[in-house]
């Protein structure tokens, strides 16, 4: 695992904060190569990490910003958007874009699922959130927008929110996602002097779990959460366990 992750990893596990001295100390048990200095480096240029303090770094305090947590997290603060209200619309996208053409096809879907969309029907994809973060720059990304259009839309039928988003996503899947996730963060290290390297290797782990939850949760805003949506109780699980890992570096 790269140098600069492992110190994302670490400052996600700290709340977000953790001294120089404590950086270095997770470095050398996790690369023998990895330079502190040059980590920092390209995590501050890349609007990750902030450093507060002068002198050596070992004296610096080391501050994950929002983007970088974000990133880490797999592009998601989940707490966030399970907060985020809804106005009862729903964004629906309808395409037209031929079978032959499946380079188009596949770069449309691709942004679809990075917007989180759900698929109702065939060429028709729903949002609870407003479409200008997805129409932006559709053609620098190869998509035609002649091809696409656009509804806001509430269900007239007697169809109930429940009901679209459980057609529209697959929280049966999702839920055994979770169930593994779980059984992860049960199989973590305890907290006994010494176990360092054993929570160094848990946290690869976790993360690499946590990143397939983060594709595959639309994480919903909570008023249409269906019921039984574990991804709430995961998160708390998670908080819990990674406040285990910051203690025993403490």
């Known amino acids: ?13 700290f709340g977000g904060e953790m001294t120089g001295r404590c950086a270095r100390a997770v470095l050398a048990r996790t690369s023998k190569n990895g330079r502190i200095d040059r980590a920092l480096q390209r995590l501050g240029a890349a609007g990750v990490v902030t450093e507060a303090g002068d ?13 970088g947590a974000r990133q880490t997290l797999g592009g998601i603060n989940p707490p966030a958007a399970w907060r985020r209200p809804w106005d009862g619309v729903w964004r629906v996208v309808a395409f037209d874009i031929p079978e032959t053409e499946v380079a188009r096809r596949a770069r449309l879907r691709r942004r679809l699922h990075e917007f989180r969309f759900g698929w109702l029907q065939n060429s028709v994809w729903i949002s609870p959130d407003p479409l200008d973060a997805f129409r932006a720059g559709l053609d620098q990304s190869g998509i035609v927008p002649d091809s696409l259009t656009y509804f806001d839309a509430r ?31 049960q199989l973590r290290p305890s907290t006994a002097i010494g176990t360092q390297n054993a929570w160094l290797r848990w946290l690869q782990a976790e993360h690499r779990a946590w990143r397939l ?16 949506y574990s991804g ?19």
């Open 1 to 13: 695992m790269a140098a600069s992750l492992q110190l994302t990893l670490a400052l996600l596990a």
């Open 155 to 185: 269900c007239a039928g007697g169809e109930s929110p429940a009901s679209l988003v459980l057609s529209a996503w697959d929280f049966d899947a999702l839920e055994r996602s979770y169930a593994d996730y779980q059984k992860i963060l």
């Open 55 to 67: 002198g050596p770094i070992d004296q610096r305090v080391l501050r994950l910003t929002d983007e």
């Open 232 to 250: 709430r109780a995961a998160w708390t699980a998670r908080t819990k366990a990674l406040a285990e890992f910051a203690q025993i570096w403490r």
């Open 213 to 228: 939850i983060a594709r595959r949760d639309p994480f919903l805003p909570e008023v249409l959460l269906p019921v039984g």
